[in-house]
Nanobody, 130 residues
C-alpha cells in the first residue's frame, strides 16, 4: 500500500524556519510527482511547491518563491519543504501529496491541482506567530 507520512510542523515566530518532511513508501516507481499543499479553514487547498523526483524539476507558488525550497533525498523516498523567512500568512495545515501518473510537476500548483493527486499524507500544522 502507498503511504505518505508528513511531519515537521510546529509553532515558529515570524522570520523563522521550519522543515517539513514527506516520507513515501509503497510506490512501484521512484519517478513521481510530489507536491506540498496548504489549507486554511474556508479556503481551497493551495499548491505551494512541487517536484518531479525523476528529473528533479521544481516549481513554486509566487507567494513562497525565494523563501521555500523543495527537495528530495537521493533515494527519492523523502521529500522536504524547507521554509525560511516564515510569515503569519504561511500559517496553515500543510499536506504532501504524490502520484506517479501526473506527467509534469507544474500541473500541481494551479487552482484545482490538488484534484490530480490520489495519494495524500496526513496534514501537519504550521503556525507562524507575529
Amino acid at each position: 500500500d502507498v503511504q505518505l507520512q508528513a511531519s515537521g510542523g510546529g509553532l515558529v515566530q515570524a522570520g523563522g524556519s521550519l522543515r517539513l518532511s514527506c516520507a513515501a513508501s509503497g510506490f512501484a516507481t521512484d519517478d513521481y510527482v510530489v507536491a506540498w499543499f496548504r489549507q486554511v479553514p474556508g479556503k481551497e487547498r493551495e499548491g505551494v511547491a512541487s517536484i518531479s523526483t525523476g528529473d528533479g524539476k521544481k516549481y513554486y507558488a509566487d507567494s513562497v518563491k525565494g523563501r521555500f525550497t523543495i527537495s528530495s533525498d537521493d533515494a527519492r523516498t523523502t521529500v522536504y519543504l524547507q521554509m525560511n523567512v516564515l510569515k503569519p500568512e504561511d500559517t496553515a495545515v500543510y499536506y504532501c501529496a504524490a502520484d506517479p501518473h501526473i506527467i509534469h510537476a507544474i500541473y500541481a500548483l494551479p487552482s484545482g491541482g490538488s484534484r490530480l493527486f490520489r495519494f495524500w499524507g496526513q496534514g501537519t500544522l504550521v503556525t507562524v506567530s507575529s
